[in-house]
């Protein structure tokens, strides 16, 4: 018996003794891969290590510690991310769009610090998310969010399963740091960034715009699994706090330097002795920056001696030490091959140049909207054009301006058609309006686009009910119109291309669900003039039931708050189409509820139903009343000052008073980000 006690003992042993080497070689890799960019091991001996190490835990599970590499796979489910204050403020950075302001930064530097020339460093800006990391004792004990600069989101569980974050720090040859506070920067790659929204759109998921909201989305969920499953990656790029026997770092390279010894990845950067090369380092990136495997908006300029950034000190958001150069947007040339026109659900004409594609800001682009024709006209744009592309807030193709210096002669200009191309009919520009528009509302073009509002995501959300299915359907004769989508039987669309029977299957399952979609859900979704999501929701509100919206009189409209006259009138004209009321008459019959009147208006239930929220500050992305439209939508409820009933508090820039409340009585605080993380369904609202 003690002989089989000992043998057991003799076999944990063994198995820590391997355990500890197995981490040891796997972290050297890491940090050979994430750090020096330089790996020596191949993918299959990694994964060799890491089963064997997997194997050995699920052995001897007592020896499985947090920091274990096979930890990162994610843990624990989490309702809500607890709030912890920072341990100084987290700033942000001045920005500057021009050399001059950039000297101008320099000049100002050099006055209040009294040197005759300052050197500088010069590194990427990130376009991902801050985060900072605190180590105890070499180990990763807390990773927080930037939240409102004064406290953050514990994301701990998260940033572990991200594989540049080193979970144990490495030995410096000078001493190990007791206490370390590190801030860098989150983000997914361009390339994984791709992959993911290619793979949503497979799933039917919501795409995410933009890398950057990719990785907020991917940081701040509540199942550390989904986060281990997208491909984060993060650099680091400040040291905010070090103690230990160990020499602190007197200048910025020396601390990229040291972030590099303790195992973090940091970003490429320059020392540049005057602000002169600063400059030229900038213009040089500005060039390549599409090289980088991940997207940059900008470069940030840093003071390179730390004591005289101490002396500078910082402005209430930002230090006067540092600065961020954005980059415009970038501007190409490409030649316009035609101009096409394009009809809208409301039978509006939309000029679309066709353009010979070109990569801007990172991807090919082809076509770009010119709006009308008005606009067409002020710039002059002509068939054979060579123009100036850019992308407007970097996503929105724009045509910036003609070359007219590069014409041939060969250039046609552009007119808008007489009649539809779609169906030839009469196209009439009614006298105060820019938009020319097609008057047949039984246009094929129109009505495709009319159908696939109805079944859009704020409409009656039919998943899986796409532009191509639908124009497909159309093609087939199996529908004319929405209500016609009710009668679809499921052996009709497995014979559609491209639909099996579990496609179809699928489809008949998400129209069935939409039966039971609100009266104002319902409304919005026959794409009225005028009537978007909200004023949607106020008829609703008000009239409540299909019945009493279509009878009312314009008079009667327009005694609901915010609905003009034109809205009132076009409410009217809608419902006196003998086409509108056939279809009614199908939705009726199809047993959809709004139609039926089972559906009366009530508070939404939603994600924010029955919860108050408070705004304060300016929005960068959206307007207040845009910001109280989404939150409506969610089903809540806003009110102008804080109490201890206010769910949360929704937090711009230069926040007022209310901020101050918030904290004293402990109301959730969100920043922008988060709001809108929310508002796209990418978190959740779980209370703390
Ligand atoms: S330094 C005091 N360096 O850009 C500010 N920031 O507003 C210290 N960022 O919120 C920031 N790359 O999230 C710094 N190489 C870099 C960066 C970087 C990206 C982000 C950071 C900050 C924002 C500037």
Request: aromatic share 4%.
């Amino acid at each position: 018996m003690g002989d089989a006690v000992s043998r057991d003992k003799g076999a944990k042993h063994k198995a820590a003794e391997e355990i500890a080497e197995l981490r040891r070689q796997i972290a050297e890799h890491d940090y050979r891969y994430y750090v020096l960019d330089d790996p020596v091991m191949s993918d299959a001996e990694y994964d060799k290590l890491f089963r064997r190490l997997q194997q050995l835990e699920a052995e001897f599970p007592e020896l499985v510690t947090p920091d274990s590499p096979t930890q990162r796979v994610g843990g624990q489910v989490s309702s809500a991310f607890r709030s912890v204050p920072h341990t100084r403020p987290v700033l942000s950075l001045a920005n500057a769009f021009s050399d001059q302001e950039l000297r101008a930064f320099d000049r100002r530097a050099r006055e209040i610090s009294g040197a005759a020339e300052l050197d500088y460093v010069v590194e990427p800006k990130i376009d991902g998310l801050s985060i900072i990391l605190r180590y105890e004792n070499g180990r990763l004990a807390l990773g927080l969010t930037r939240g409102d600069g004064l406290s953050g989101e514990d994301v701990t569980s998260n940033v572990r399963t991200i594989g540049s974050v080193p979970l144990v720090l490495r030995d410096t040859p000078e001493g190990a740091p007791e206490y370390l506070e590190v801030r860098g920067e989150v983000f997914l790659p361009k390339e994984d960034f791709k992959q993911l929204n290619e793979e949503r759109e497979q799933n039917g998921l919501p795409l995410f715009a933009n890398p950057r909201n990719a990785a907020a989305g991917s940081l701040r969920q509540m199942d550390p699994k989904v986060t281990a499953s997208r491909p984060l990656r993060a650099l680091f790029y400040e040291i905010r706090d070090i103690r230990g026997a160990l020499p602190v770092p007197d200048d910025e390279t020396a601390c990229l330097e040291l972030l590099k010894t303790l195992g973090f990845p940091v970003p490429v950067y320059h020392h540049c002795k005057s602000i002169g090369e600063v400059i030229d380092t900038i213009s040089s990136w500005q060039e390549s920056r599409h090289t980088l495997p991940y997207d940059i908006d900008g470069m940030v300029v840093k003071v390179q001696k730390l004591g005289i950034a101490r002396a500078l000190g910082a402005t209430g958001h930002s230090p006067r030490s540092q600065i961020a150069f954005k980059f415009p947007s970038e501007q190409v040339e490409t030649k316009v091959k035609d101009i096409i026109v394009q009809v809208g659900r409301t039978g509006v004409l939309t000029p679309i140049a066709m353009l010979e594609p070109v990569v801007v800001s990172g991807s090919v682009v082809s076509r770009a909207s010119l709006h009308n024709e008005d606009l067409v006209r002020e710039k002059d744009i002509r068939i054979g054009d060579t123009v100036i592309l850019q992308k407007a807030g970097d996503i929105i193709p724009e045509v910036v301006a003609v070359l007219p210096e590069r014409r041939t002669g060969e250039e046609r200009e552009f007119a808008m058609p007489d009649g539809c191309p779609s169906c030839g009919s009469p196209v009439v520009r009614l006298p105060d309006e820019v938009a020319h528009r097609c008057v047949n509302i039984s246009c094929p073009a129109q009505i495709k686009e009319r159908l696939i509002h109805f079944c859009s995501r704020d409409a009656m959300d039919m998943r899986g009910l796409g532009p191509a299915i639908i124009e497909s359907l159309l093609q087939s004769g199996l529908i004319k119109d929405a209500g016609d989508i009710y009668s679809l039987r499921q052996e009709d669309i497995a014979k559609l291309p491209g639909m099996g029977a579990k496609s179809a299957r699928n489809l008949i399952r998400s129209i069935e669900v939409s039966k039971s979609r609100p009266l104002h859900k319902l409304l919005y979704a026959f794409g009225i003039r005028h009537v978007g999501v909200r004023t949607a929701e106020l008829i609703s509100r008000h009239l409540q039931s299909l019945d009493e919206i279509r009878d009312a009189t314009e008079e009667g409209l327009m005694a609901i708050e915010e609905v003009g006259p034109e809205t009132a009138k076009a409410v009217v004209m809608f419902f006196r189409q003998d086409s509108v009321k056939q279809m009614i008459d199908k939705l009726r019959k199809a047993g959809v509820e709004a139609a039926l009147g089972v559906q009366t208006y009530e508070d939404q239930a939603g994600p924010l139903s029955g919860k108050t929220l408070v705004l304060t500050g300016t929005l960068s992305g959206m307007t207040r009343h845009e910001a109280t439209e989404h939150i409506e939508r969610l089903g809540g409820k806003v009110s102008s000052s804080v109490s201890r009933n206010t769910f949360a508090l929704v937090v711009g820039s230069s926040p007022g008073s209310k901020l101050d409340r918030a904290r004293e009585l402990g109301v959730r605080i969100l920043t922008e980000e988060e709001f809108l993380d929310l508002v796209h369904g990418r978190s959740s609202v779980d209370e703390d």
